[in-house]
């Protein structure tokens, strides 16, 4: 199936990433150029540029939460390619301790919404510029599970993830529509969000390292397995793919194995007797 994303130009933030990484295999696969964006990897970043020679790649530094370098970051890639179709917004930051709420800092809940909620408001707001002058493009969040069922101890996390799987995915297809509107040869603007869950990467090594871990957020997968940053890739290639997304804008798709939730508790943490 042609995905016709042959010289598109797309925009990876958190490119250095497992599933940054990956979303860079996958639409390197399908002949895009790529900018390869990173904030403090960069051996990574280069790395990967690295690995996929021979496809036509930028790798750029930017602290996303600083309006000023994230303009900086889209005027090089528009210098670079004259252009940017898709932008991912995969850039975040994930607390890997389990933190209550009642016992979080002030510091904790703010730094978690700007290296996610802000960073995306940045990114997204640049780029519809750019579409707005372009009158094309379309865009693929990168959210959580914990948006979708919530989180404890990463309560910060998971408000975050939720504004971008829905306040904004939900508002953003509406305005992208009216900037890049569809025309007898082309869909329009369209902006999509993904949830993964727990997938196999460095980030969540440490947890998914205790099989009681993986036992309990597998249980509550209809089929039990751990994501791989591949499984992301894919949805994300498909979304950005305007012959084959042609007609999805503003929807919000969960890859975790038909995930309904999360065990609460533990059987040895609860009393038969008294429920």
């Given amino acids: 199936m042609n995905t016709e994303l042959a010289g598109k130009v797309i925009l990876i933030t958190g490119a250095s990433g497992g599933i940054g990484s990956a979303i860079a295999r996958g639409f390197a696969g399908e002949g895009a150029a790529l900018v390869l964006h990173y904030h403090r990897h960069r051996a990574n970043a280069v790395a990967l540029q ?11 530094r930017g602290d996303l939460t600083k309006e000023r370098e994230v303009k900086r970051l889209f005027a090089r890639a528009v210098k670079r390619f004259g252009k940017v179709d898709t932008l991912v917004a995969n850039a975040g930051a994930w607390e890997s301790r389990d933190v209550p709420l009642h016992q979080m800092s002030l510091r904790q809940w703010r730094q978690t919404q700007d290296r996610v909620l ?9 780029f519809l510029r750019l579409v707005a002058r372009q009158r094309r493009g379309n865009a693929v969040l990168i959210a959580s599970t914990a948006a979708v069922f919530g989180e ?5 996390y998971a408000a975050a993830k939720s504004a971008m799987a829905y306040g904004l995915t939900r508002s953003l297809k509406n ?11 082309y869909c329009g603007g369209r902006i999509n969000c ?43 290639v498909f979304l950005s793919s305007d012959a084959l997304a042609r007609h999805i804008t503003g929807q919000t798709l969960v890859i975790a194995g038909g995930m309904e939730g999360r065990l609460l508790w533990q059987p040895d943490e609860t009393d038969p007797t008294l429920a």
Avoid: Y
Wanted: glycine share 6%; charged share 25%; proline share 5%.
């Fill in 50 to 60: 690295r690995e996929l020679k021979g496809v036509d790649t930028i790798i750029l």
């Fill in 175 to 185: 305005e992208i529509a009216r900037l890049a509107p569809h025309t007898k040869d």
């Fill in 194 to 236: 993904v949830c993964p869950g727990w997938t196999v990467m460095a980030r969540t090594a440490e947890k998914l390292g205790d099989v009681q871990t993986v036992r309990k957020v597998t249980a509550t997968m209809a089929l039990p397995q751990l994501a791989r940053p591949e499984d992301i890739a894919n949805a994300v």
């Fill in 118 to 126: 802000m960073s995306a408001f940045l990114s997204l707001r640049q």
């Fill in 152 to 156: 404890a101890g990463h309560a910060d």
